[in-house]
C-alpha cells in the first residue's frame, strides 16, 4: 500500500511540480530522503487528490498560507509554479498576495509579490 501512495504522490508531483520535487529528493537523498517520500505521499498522494476543491483552489489556498508564515519563501515560489502547472493566472495569484496584506501585513505581502515577480521572471526568460 506505501508503494502504492508512494506512486500517487510521485504521479500529482510530476503534473504540478515537475522541476521542484527532483530537485527536492536530490537534496534530501544524502540526509534525509525519506522527508521526500513523506512530501510525496501525505500532502501529493494524501490531500491534493481528495474531493471537495479542485488543484486551482488547493494551489492559491498553499499560496496564502505559505504568504502568512512569511518565512518559506522557497516553497511559496514551488507553489506559484504549481498554480500556474494547474491553470491559475497570474493575476489570480497576485490577487491572493494583495489579500494576504489584510492578514499578514504589508512586509510579508510584498515579499510574497516579489517572489512571484522572480517567478514570472525566471519564466518569460525560459529559466
Not at 12 to 32: Q, R, T, W
Not at 85 to 98: D, P, S
Request: glycine share 6%.
Amino acid at each position: 500500500m506505501s508503494e502504492d501512495r508512494y506512486k500517487k504522490g510521485l504521479e500529482m508531483l510530476k503534473m504540478m511540480h515537475p522541476k521542484s520535487y527532483g530537485e527536492l529528493a536530490d537534496n534530501l537523498k544524502d540526509i534525509a530522503p525519506d522527508l521526500a517520500r513523506f512530501v510525496a505521499e501525505f500532502p501529493y498522494a494524501d490531500v491534493y487528490t481528495r474531493p471537495g476543491l479542485d488543484l486551482k483552489t488547493r494551489e492559491l489556498v498553499t499560496i496564502a498560507s505559505l504568504t502568512t508564515l512569511g518565512h518559506a519563501q522557497t516553497e511559496l515560489k514551488s507553489h506559484i509554479l504549481g498554480a500556474l502547472n494547474v491553470g491559475c493566472t497570474r493575476e489570480e495569484i497576485v490577487e491572493v498576495l494583495i489579500q494576504m496584506a489584510v492578514y499578514a501585513g504589508f512586509p510579508t505581502a510584498l515579499n510574497a509579490v516579489y517572489t512571484a515577480k522572480e517567478v514570472f521572471e525566471e519564466l518569460d526568460n525560459g529559466e
